[in-house]
């Protein structure tokens, strides 16, 4: 067990010094109903201008704050930052995930490397494979583009989600190709505590600290 948790430490550490580095995804196409397929393509496409979705303006801003002082050195630009998060933040909660996973998810990845491209073709910061574009979307769409990406990403980790009844293990494991191999929904989960676990922020207003849980409902 201490041997394996080390190999799971080392590669971690090793995606980390390797921005451009991303896991092989080895997903094989498969037929989808008719229903699940319209199901699908409507939820792609049908765009819509990425914006924060939270209860209130302060969480919205805790979260942003927390969120890109964790991201800055993986991307440096604070214009590019907030974009990625905003689109991260809308469509994970549009397709009913949660933020901090898709963000575990796209750690291990890409390492938020928009151009990214596996050894199988995988494509951008979700890693998404093209034969979903023939199924799904359409050949028009670049999968290098930041919201359509991340859309798509979003989409099929929640079909899968549903597919496995919830079970956020098994959605990872088809996600990645890997369905009953522990090793990658360990490295999701593993980065997910590491880098995206949520935290309430402490601010300060009107002269008073206050504490703004952004995961509150």
């Not at 050195?73 to 998060?85: A, C, E, G």
């Not at 933040?89 to 963000?103: F, H, I, K, N, T």
């Not at 769409?141 to 293990?169: A, H, V």
Request: proline share 5%.
């Amino acid at each position: 067990m201490l041997k394996k948790s080390k190999k799971l430490i080392f590669l971690l550490s090793l995606i980390a010094t390797i921005p451009s580095l991303s896991i092989a995804a080895t997903q094989e196409q498969e037929r989808l109903s008719p229903d699940v397929q319209a199901g699908l393509r409507s939820s792609i496409l049908n765009p819509i201008e990425p914006h924060l979705v939270f209860k209130s303006p302060d969480q919205g801003q805790a979260w942003m704050s927390d969120m890109s002082k964790r991201l800055k050195n993986w991307v440096p630009d604070d214009f590019l930052r907030k974009r990625y998060l905003t689109t991260i933040q809308y469509e994970a909660v549009r397709a009913g995930l949660d933020p901090q996973m898709v963000l575990a998810v796209i750690t291990v990845e890409s390492r938020f490397n928009k151009y990214a491209i596996s050894s199988s073709g995988a494509i951008g910061l979700m890693q998404i494979m093209p034969f979903w574009q023939q199924q799904i979307g359409t050949n028009e769409q670049s999968l290098f583009d930041t919201q359509t990406n991340i859309r798509y990403g979003c989409t099929i980790l929640r079909y899968y989600l549903q597919r496995e009844n919830g079970n956020m293990e098994r959605a990872l494991g088809r996600y990645n190709g890997s369905l009953g191999q522990a090793a990658y929904p360990q490295l999701v989960f593993n980065a997910y505590t590491k880098y995206w676990l949520p935290y309430p922020v402490m601010e300060l207003k009107n002269g008073k600290i206050v504490t703004i849980d952004y995961t509150a409902e």
